[in-house]
């Protein structure tokens, strides 16, 4: 697996939520900075996670 990952790879609200992840910022913090749901959160999470590769829990993309 690649340590750099191209920001084409992403949607725009996938880096935001990974721009949150970086901040140290709970699924629930970002779910109410971005006014989404938790549920959409936790979607978020697992895109992000299938495309750099990743099957566990997101603490730090970078």
Do not use: C, W
């Amino acid at each position: 697996m690649s340590s750099h990952i191209p920001v084409g790879d992403f949607t725009l609200r996938e880096l935001e939520v990974i721009s949150q992840i970086q901040q140290g910022n709970t699924s629930q913090e970002i779910a109410e900075k971005l006014h989404l749901s938790q549920f959409t959160i936790k979607k978020h999470r697992e895109n992000i996670a299938r495309k750099i590769g990743s099957h566990g829990k997101i603490q730090k993309v970078y």
